[in-house]
């Protein structure tokens, strides 16, 4: 009787472990399954609420009136730099100056979650440019998780202006929401990027 009982506790010890190690075995597959489901939905959800290389390089060429290869060369370099944006805004603007000067702009933001908003833009500059001028601008609109909080004043970013294929680009920040204005055609004001814009529901005459 002793001896069956051993028996049987031995088997159900050996049983027991049996399915711990089954356990512990399976465990750290299923986790790093589950990590790597997870990073895909994420990224799936990142691909689904921004707008990728091709539908900017599309866009930005219709709308800048540029080739589709000076539109591509400055679409890659804003990716390289910040990433696939959420929303763009097309439209354009006129201003002046005389080292001091200012400028007016309006135009539709487009999310790529199907929200828009009319806009409208305003603020001064200060650079070595004199002049005026009226161009189209397409506008990259990165980290803005709802259309509402475009209605804010941006300073442009320190050094952050250049030229790639022959537009003008800068970016402008504020509470981590990130704005690349790209501009394209003849006496494009570089200088102008020091000052801030603000961005508006209605039009404003003064630019502040």
């Known amino acids: 009787m002793m001896s069956r009982l051993l028996g049987i506790t031995k088997r159900t010890l050996c049983l027991g472990a049996a399915v711990v190690l ?13 990590n790597v ?3 895909q939905a994420a990224s799936q959800t990142q ?3 921004t707008f990728s290389q091709n539908e900017l390089t599309t866009a930005i060429s219709t ?5 589709s290869e000076s539109a591509a060369s400055a679409i890659e370099r804003l990716f390289k730099d910040r990433g696939r944006p959420v929303g763009y ?3 354009e603007e006129g201003g002046g100056a005389f080292t001091f000067g200012a400028r007016y702009g309006k135009g539709t933001l487009w999310m ?11 603020g001064p500059t200060v650079g070595f440019d004199i002049g005026a001028e009226a161009s189209k601008v397409f506008t990259l609109v990165y980290n803005l998780n709802d259309a509402e909080s ?3 004043r941006f300073p442009g970013v320190d ?3 250049f030229l790639v294929a022959g537009m003008a680009v800068n970016y402008q920040r504020a509470n981590g929401v990130v704005l690349a204005p790209v501009r394209s055609g003849v006496g494009v004001r570089l200088g102008a990027n020091i000052g801030y814009t603000s961005y508006t529901r209605r039009r404003s005459i003064i630019p502040l």
């Not at 089954?22 to 790093?32: G, I, L, Q, R």
């Not at 790529?112 to 305003?122: A, D, L, S, V």
């Open 22 to 34: 089954t356990a512990c075995a399976s465990s750290p597959k299923s986790a790093k399954n589950n």
């Open 37 to 39: 489901q997870s990073a």
């Open 47 to 49: 691909g689904q609420n």
């Open 63 to 67: 709308h800048l009136g540029v080739t």
């Open 89 to 91: 805004i097309t439209g």
């Open 112 to 122: 790529k979650n199907g929200e828009t908003e009319r806009i409208f833009w305003q």
């Open 150 to 152: 475009i209605y804010q």
């Open 159 to 161: 050094g952050s202006a």
